[in-house]
């Protein structure tokens, strides 16, 4: 069964302060996939990062970046030099290669609040 | 790119009336994808379809429940015979994909607030 833990529930940060995103996953699956989505106070999920699970290479996008570990099965997500429009709540979902739809299973989410 | 569109917004409603959504995906995306999501939570998939046809149907998704894309274009999300805890926030979304889709993201709708009194 795919499961997705976000055990932060929220987050309050100053702007310019690094902030980190937990994450962990379950699945049985040996080929998958893991992403970062934002919501913005508006409602709308806007796709942020993706990785494979043959790919644990971690990298930097702008002020994005993320640490996938397998041997923890964690997936942690960090924005670094926040800003008030970071503010959003941000969830984590993992997606099984073996399930034919691909669906997205999420996690609760984390709201993070950036204050100026 | 005109992205994932969503119609209504909102939808106030009183228990035991009928309410359909709609979805129009991104164009060229033969995947799309209804997920709910209510208050403090994740959002949960309902279902899927793969150009017209609807290949997967979550537990979620009681007989009350019923989803159409009847060209393979745009989708309908039916609730019959609402009730109080189908109060939520209905997302669609879409992807393109063939057989090698399932590296693409999906793209989420601003979602169908339903409301029940």
């Known amino acids: 069964a795919q499961k997705v833990t976000q055990a932060q529930t929220e987050i309050s940060v100053v702007e310019k302060e690094d902030v980190t995103l937990d994450c962990v996953y379950e699945?049985?699956?040996?080929?998958?996939?893991l992403f970062w989505y934002k919501q913005p106070p508006s409602g709308e999920l806007v796709f942020l990062i993706r990785r494979n699970s043959f790919d644990e290479q971690n990298e930097i996008s702008g002020r994005y970046s993320w640490n996938f570990q397998k041997s923890t099965s964690s997936f942690n997500f960090t924005i670094t030099a926040s800003q008030v429009v970071d503010s959003a709540v941000y969830f984590c979902a993992l997606s099984e290669a073996g399930g034919g739809s691909e669906k997205l299973v999420f996690g609760k989410g984390m709201k993070l609040t950036v204050n100026p | 790119d005109t992205g994932v569109s969503q119609d209504p917004r909102h939808k106030i409603t009183k228990r035991g009336q009928n309410v359909t959504f709609r979805c129009d995906p991104i164009s060229e995306h033969n995947r799309l994808y209804w997920y709910r999501q209510t208050l403090g939570q994740g959002p949960e998939f309902l279902t899927y379809f793969q150009n017209e046809a609807q290949l997967e149907k979550s537990r979620l998704l009681s007989d009350r429940f019923s989803a159409e894309r009847p060209k393979g274009s745009f989708s309908t999300l039916e609730i019959q015979r609402t009730e109080q805890g189908d109060s939520a926030m209905y997302l669609c979304a879409s992807s393109s994909g063939g057989d090698r889709g399932f590296y693409q993201p999906q793209h989420f709708g601003d979602g169908t607030r339903l409301s029940i009194l």
């Open positions: 699945t049985r699956d040996t080929t998958y996939y």
